[in-house]
RNA sequence: UCCUCCAUAGCUCAAUGGUAGAGCGAUCGGCUGUUAACCGAUAGGUUCCAGGUUCGAGCCCUGGUGGAGGAGCCA
């Protein structure tokens, strides 16, 4: 795997108040213990010099306000479309990092943010070179501050990563050509307590430690990138759906029913743990000592519970929001999503966001195309958008990430019949290719069929369809027999498989005839009864439709080339994993 | 849940059962319109936890805990 080591780098200025989180709570209690909690306002540990004493208790202590006053005297308008009322605490327009790269020389500015890196020469009577970040693009912009700023010796001087910054100045052109501000102030904010301590270096960290300081891992250039093309997907997703007349379902996310058929279920419930009612039913007397543990005489009695019955989190919403489907026509749900699979891998998480739109009228064929489509929509957005980002994160996450979407981009995915890829599989087997494991007509395809098949024998992404039906779920749609010349019943399903990620979508057209679908929820032994509302859709003016579901994380480790989806989201939740 | 590997300085990692090391980062100094800066010095350790073997354990054994990679489940 590649896990090029990150960059990492930013800043962070901590505050006095609230208990510290701790950058490593359950681990290295040595280091935990021997640390200086928090920012304690008093004994700093740096050594001081001149008299000064930058306490993170008095952020602005020895900072001065000349810059303020001699803008005061060249107030300039606001420069760019997001320069707010507000100005700094000098009366500069106070514009964001973006919009300073590109503004015109000679502008009066302020910006706000946190140091990335500090370099110093002591040419011209002192000079230091910070570069500031404030989150709105990849890059920097670098702030030249000199001895003649009054806070030179006393504070710029002894700026560290993610120490918090206002800078007054004038935009100049950088002797290599891009902007940067020629300081008239320099105010600290935010202080960074015992830099040799705080958990972000300015050199490369790996993701694995990183996670460990997940409150702070977002002052770092890949994980800035990363929440960047987060934010550009998730608005691409929407527009995307908006554009072409779709609705956005809230469906819910706390589901009374256990019969979403999408594996393991967090329970919700307001039960008292320590005295779980049961009910009596089987006659037993309860016995005491007994009653906190289920047996098969003593059964929970959920009518007790907050909503009179078994509750989980919802593992999908597509049995919801086709309620709305067949309503509203197309929709789409947008939301978290959770499941209590006890998996530990790169591509998992317990909880994720998923996306599952719907159509009405619509069969696997315009499913699969909408699919695609969305893809494409998706992938253009970030390389748009944020070309900067995406840069970053194919010459140093994965090399080659920009050819790759390239190629998805460029012509029409492969459709192929499951059946045909079985037989694909099983020449290139015959041929002498290894795997793990043997295909035959009826069982899935593992993970590593599915890669061969998108990486190295199309090498492109491949839309498989038309699957055996006793490896699909019961809503599938089932085909006519001898459909794809198949040697079983096949459903109306579909996966689309891309390089690096395997099967990224799921979809399929929904079985819309009330006797086949109750024929499959019989076959597969569901409980009928639970079904009585997804049943009425059927009785009650049905019609042919299909969707498909997609995992965010997923589309994200697609489109900027993270090898760990873990550090695709903010705060991953996964077995164990619950901090932050 | 299964298989494999790992846990030593702020981070990444070394260290035949015999004095705890390097690089980066931090601090201080030198040089420099610097930008992965460079040069020198200094500080920094209960070797994840609990037991055990041994004259002696970072190293060997047992049991925990945590992490990583792969698999399954899936999105």
Request: charged share 25%.
């Amino acid at each position: 795997m590649t896990r090029a080591a990150t960059s990492a780098i930013t800043t962070a200025a901590r505050n006095c108040s609230g208990p510290r989180a701790g950058p490593t709570p359950r681990s290295a209690s040595p280091t935990s213990t021997s640390r200086p909690t928090t920012c304690m306002p008093a004994p700093r540990v740096r050594p001081e010099r001149g008299g000064r004493s930058p306490t993170a208790a008095s952020p602005t202590a020895g900072s001065t306000r000349r810059g303020s006053d001699s803008a005061a005297q060249t107030a300039t308008p606001t420069i760019g479309p997001s320069a707010r009322s507000e100005t700094g605490s000098g009366r500069m327009a106070w514009i964001r990092v973006v919009e300073a790269l590109k503004a015109p020389v000679d502008s009066e500015v302020t910006v706000k943010g946190w140091v990335r890196t500090r370099r110093d020469s002591k040419a011209e009577g002192g000079l230091s070179f910070i570069n500031v970040h404030d989150g709105t693009c990849f890059d920097p912009i670098q702030v030249v501050a000199t001895g003649a700023l009054p806070n030179y010796q006393s504070e710029v001087t002894r700026l560290s990563t993610h120490c918090a910054v206002e800078c007054d100045g004038t935009i100049v052109k950088n002797p290599k050509g891009g902007n940067e501000i020629k300081a008239t102030a320099v105010r600290v904010i935010g202080w960074v307590d015992d830099p040799d301590h705080y958990p972000i270096q300015p050199k490369p960290h790996s993701f694995e430690y990183l996670r460990e300081v997940a409150h702070l891992r977002p002052r770092t250039n890949t994980f800035g990138a990363v929440a960047r093309v987060r934010h550009c997907l998730s608005m691409a997703v929407h527009r995307f759906f908006h554009e072409r007349g779709f609705y956005w379902v809230h469906t819910p996310i706390i589901t009374g029913s256990d019969c979403e058929g999408a594996g393991q279920m967090f329970r919700v419930s307001t039960l008292d743990l320590c005295n779980i009612p049961r009910s009596v039913e089987s006659g037993q007397p309860r016995i005491a000592g007994s009653e906190s543990r289920p047996t098969k005489d003593s059964e929970i009695d959920f009518t007790k519970d907050f909503f009179g019955k078994e509750a989980h989190l919802t593992v999908s919403g597509q049995l919801n929001v086709e309620t709305y489907c067949c309503a509203m026509s197309n929709v789409y749900t947008f939301g978290p999503t959770f499941r209590a699979e006890n998996s530990n891998t790169a591509r998992h998480l317990a909880e994720f966001w998923m996306i599952e739109p719907e159509m009405a009228f619509c069969d696997l064929m315009r499913d699969s195309q909408i699919a695609e489509d969305f893809i494409k929509y998706c992938v253009r957005a970030a390389l748009t958008e944020l070309p900067d980002d995406m840069r970053f994160f194919d010459e140093r996450i994965e090399k080659g990430l920009l050819a790759r979407l390239a190629h998805v981009l460029e012509k029409p995915f492969l459709r192929l019949p499951y059946t045909e890829a079985v037989k694909i599989i099983q020449e290139a087997q015959a041929k002498g290719r290894k795997f793990e494991f043997q295909v035959k007509w009826g069982s899935d395809l593992q993970t590593e069929h599915e890669r061969f098949l998108t990486e190295e024998h199309f090498k492109q992404p491949v839309i498989l369809m038309n699957y055996p039906k006793q490896i699909k779920a019961f809503y599938m749609r089932l085909n006519d027999p001898g459909t794809d010349g198949a040697p079983g019943d096949t459903v109306a399903a579909m996966d689309v498989l891309v390089p690096k990620i395997g099967e990224i979508i799921g979809g399929s057209q929904r079985e819309e005839r009330l006797d086949k679908l109750d024929q499959r929820i019989e076959e597969m032994k569901l409980p009928a009864r639970e079904y009585w509302w997804y049943r009425d859709l059927r009785r009650y003016g049905t019609v042919p439709h299909a969707g498909f579901g997609l995992g965010f994380e997923r589309l994200m480790l697609f489109v900027t080339g993270m090898a760990n989806i873990r550090d695709v989201i903010p705060f991953p939740r996964a077995p164990g994993q619950a901090e932050f």
